[in-house]
Nanobody, 126 residues
Framework: QVQLVESGGGLVQAGDSLRLSCAAS????????MGWFRQAPGKEREFVAA????????YYADSVKGRFTISRDNAKNTLYLRMNSLKPEDTAVYYC???????????????????WGQGTQVTVSS
């Protein structure tokens, strides 16, 4: 049974930092590209960042580029998202997901992800 469990969310002030983690089990972690998505109240789920199977390439939404860093530790079956200079508009539930996609457009598409975590809430106050 595949499980993706996010942690590290919380309530912070604008300008603060957070690091999200996603612990994976039940799958061969290094066989999957991994992504972070987020969903704010009343909005659709949106792509945040993705990383290829061995971490050689990373991709970001324009809204987080330069502030967020995605990384992974395949030995620990764990995905990370370092979020710096947080803004109120970053407030959302953040989800990690696993995909067998190998192209950039596919890694940006939520429907190309096979497994999802339950999400962790990030709230940024102004």
């Amino acid at each position: 049974q595949v499980q993706l469990v996010e942690s590290g969310g919380g309530l912070v002030q604008a300008g603060d930092s957070l690091r999200l983690s996603c612990a994976a089990s039940g799958l061969t972690f290094s066989s999957y590209a991994m992504g972070w998505f987020r969903q704010a109240p009343g909005k659709e789920r949106e792509f945040v960042a993705a990383i290829t199977r061995f971490g050689g390439n990373t991709y970001y939404a324009d809204s987080v580029k330069g502030r967020f860093t995605i990384s992974r530790d395949n030995a620990k079956n764990t995905l990370y998202l370092r979020m710096n200079s947080l803004k109120p508009e970053d407030t959302a539930v953040y989800y990690c997901a696993a995909s067998q996609a190998i192209t950039i457009p596919a890694m940006r598409a939520s429907d190309r992800y096979n497994y999802w975590g339950q999400g962790t809430q990030v709230t940024v106050s102004s």
